[in-house]
C-alpha cells in the first residue's frame, strides 16, 4: 500500500510558501506461522515545536517488522524503525532509530 499527501499551504501563513507533502509505501507478507512487513515515509514541511514554524527540508523513516505465532494465544513480535530529520536552515540533523519487542499472550 501506499499514500500520498499534499497540504499545499495549510495551516501556514502568507510568508510560509515552501512545499508540503508526504509519500508513504508499504508491504506485508505472511507465510505459515510468520508475518514479515516493511514501510517507508518521506515528507518535508512546517511544524511548531514550541510555538515558533520551523521548516523541515526532509524526513525520512524507515521501518521493518516481524511476527511469529508460536501457537494459537502466544505471538512474539519486532519491530525496528530508522529516521532521518534535516533542517536545511540552520544545518541540525536529528538521526534515531526505535527498537521494540514484544510478547503476546491472550487465553
Known amino acids: 500500500g501506499g499514500s ?3 497540504a499545499g ?3 501556514t501563513a502568507t510568508t510560509e510558501d515552501r512545499n508540503q507533502e508526504v509519500w508513504t509505501f508499504g508491504l506485508a507478507y505472511a507465510f505459515d506461522n510468520v508475518e514479515l512487513a516493511a514501510n517507508y515515509l518521506t515528507g518535508e514541511g512546517y511544524f511548531r515545536p514550541d510555538g515558533s514554524r520551523r521548516y523541515i527540508d526532509s524526513y525520512n523513516a524507515l521501518g521493518f517488522g516481524a511476527t511469529y ?4 494465544g502466544l505471538r ?9 530529520r534535516n533542517r536545511a536552515d540552520t544545518g ?3 538521526v534515531g532509530h526505535v527498537l521494540m ?3 503476546k499472550m491472550s487465553f
Open 92 to 94: 541540525k540533523n536529528n
Open 9 to 11: 499551504h495549510a495551516a
Open 101 to 103: 519487542l514484544s510478547q
Open 4 to 6: 500520498y499527501i499534499q
Open 69 to 72: 505465532q508460536w501457537f494459537p
Open 76 to 84: 512474539t513480535a519486532a519491530d525496528a524503525v530508522f529516521f532521518d
